[in-house]
């Protein structure tokens, strides 16, 4: 089996008839930052110690601060933010929830459950 096959991926239904679509949990995981972090309000992704370490180390981690379940086609993803100081949290929720289901519909065919979201911290 190929490197790409042994890490945590699963298959996408596609039915062109030319071969098998799979996509890795961490390829979702960093569709979700890089959509969350495209949201007018969003200061950054906020990641725990493991993850500041690793970028202090000077590797990026683009996928810091989310986690994704996968199952029969369908995605659950939580995501911690650092907001921008002088937003309404609702609305930039509201933004990043439907900015996040949108981007991972369109990118990967895979169905979103729920976009779960906490607050870490807010930038002054």
């Given at each position: 089996?190929?490197?790409?096959?042994?890490?945590?991926?699963?298959?996408?239904?596609?039915?062109?008839?030319?071969?098998?679509v799979h996509?890795?949990?961490?390829?979702?995981?960093?569709?979700?930052?890089?959509?969350?972090?495209?949201?007018?309000?969003?200061?950054?992704?906020?990641?725990?110690?493991?993850?500041?370490?690793?970028?202090?180390?000077?590797?990026?981690?683009?996928?810091?601060?989310?986690?994704?379940?996968i199952k029969?086609?369908?995605?659950?993803?939580?995501?911690?933010?650092?907001?921008?100081?002088?937003?309404?949290?609702?609305?930039?929720?509201?933004?990043?929830?439907?900015?996040?289901?949108?981007?991972?519909?369109?990118?990967?065919?895979?169905?979103?459950?729920?976009?779960?979201?906490?607050?870490?911290?807010?930038?002054?």
């Open positions: 089996m190929s490197k790409e096959l042994e890490r945590n991926t699963h298959h996408i239904d596609i039915a062109n008839g030319l071969g098998e996509i890795a949990d961490e390829v979702v995981a960093i569709i979700v930052a890089l959509a969350a972090t495209e949201v007018e309000g969003v200061a950054s992704m906020a990641g725990n110690l493991t993850h500041e370490i690793v970028a202090k180390l000077g590797m990026k981690n683009l996928s810091k601060g989310v986690s994704v379940d029969d086609n369908t995605v659950s993803a939580t995501l911690a933010l650092n907001l921008e100081y002088g937003y309404s949290v609702p609305e930039v929720c509201k933004k990043v929830q439907e900015k996040v289901k949108t981007a991972i519909e369109n990118m990967t065919a895979l169905q979103v459950l729920d976009v779960n979201i906490t607050i870490a911290d807010i930038n002054m």
